[in-house]
């Protein structure tokens, strides 16, 4: 016996949005794409010619190979230090019980949850105050705060796959509590701290608002640079500031999709709300 099924118009609303809304959303990355290769573009569907040699302005013109080399030292520096904070802290949270550890949790959410310009000008003016800002340090420092709580997020529940029997075992073998974290648990946690270190570095390369707070001339991540050539005064060919955004579109695509390898987003949802009730 078939089953016919009819859809309510309610969900044939919804579904016409969403289509409508990736529609849209593929013409404007699009025409982002194409332009960046496209010569000559006015009263067609397409550029009457193509050329490669965009990318190559827009290298020079924005001397990407510096804006590149500090967005790396930055996403390095960052999610090295957030692992380094962050795995401690989320075996602390995934093993010990004591009393507020669910508010002290919460706490660590705020960062994520709370937009970033919220806490990034009283930041930015302390990092100002003590002459850490404007350099390479104030814009790690900055980072640093959403990364950290992001690293706690993401590996507590990987600690918590962990049987508690296994340290156990170790101890009563004579390990001492560093050697079964470096030799017992850091080789099963390895997925997840690859995950961790993908995700603080595609929310660092993201990261806009507090980058442009805390960067100097010489400390301008992909994003911060990207909003500079298109705000900045003089004539710039679109063409060039195009090939630079679908640069950057590369770079974030390739990070997400390596960072989907490792963790599953709806594991980091269901532990969030485990957390609210």
């Given amino acids: 016996m078939k089953r016919s099924i009819v859809a309510s118009p309610a969900a044939w609303l919804v579904w016409g949005a969403v289509i409508i809304f990736f529609i849209g959303l593929a013409g404007v990355i699009g025409s982002v794409v194409v332009n960046s290769f496209g010569v000559r573009w006015f009263d067609s569907w397409l550029p009457e010619e193509y050329t490669t040699g965009w990318y190559g302005q827009a290298w020079d013109e924005f001397t990407l190979l510096p804006v590149l080399t500090v967005t790396l030292i930055v996403c390095l520096l960052v999610a090295g230090i957030s692992v380094l904070v962050g795995v401690p802290a989320a075996y602390v949270l995934a093993r010990r019980s004591f009393p507020g550890s669910r508010a002290l949790y919460l706490l660590f959410l705020l960062p994520i949850l709370m937009p970033p310009i919220t806490y990034g000008i009283p930041l930015a003016t302390v990092l100002y105050k003590y002459g ?3 350099h390479l340090s104030g814009v790690v420092l900055a980072n640093l ?3 950290i709580p992001f690293v706690i997020l993401t590996m507590t529940p990987f600690i918590e796959q962990i049987d508690p029997a296994v340290e156990r075992a170790a101890r009563m073998c004579g390990a001492r509590t560093r050697h079964v974290f470096t030799r017992i648990l850091a080789p099963l946690l390895i997925p997840g701290i690859l995950a961790s ?15 442009f707070l805390t960067a100097g001339p010489d400390s301008q991540t992909l994003v911060v640079a990207l909003f500079y050539s298109m705000s900045a005064a003089g004539i710039r060919a679109q063409q060039s500031v195009d090939a630079m955004a679908v640069i950057y579109s590369l770079m974030m695509l390739t990070l997400l999709v390596l960072a989907l390898r490792f963790v599953n987003p709806t594991q980091l949802v269901a532990r969030v709300k485990e957390d609210q009730y």
Wanted: aromatic share 4%.
């Fill in 197 to 211: 270190c993908i995700l603080v570095v595609v929310r660092t390369v993201g990261m806009f608002e507090l980058t």
């Fill in 145 to 147: 705060v959403p990364s």
């Fill in 132 to 134: 850490l800002a404007g």
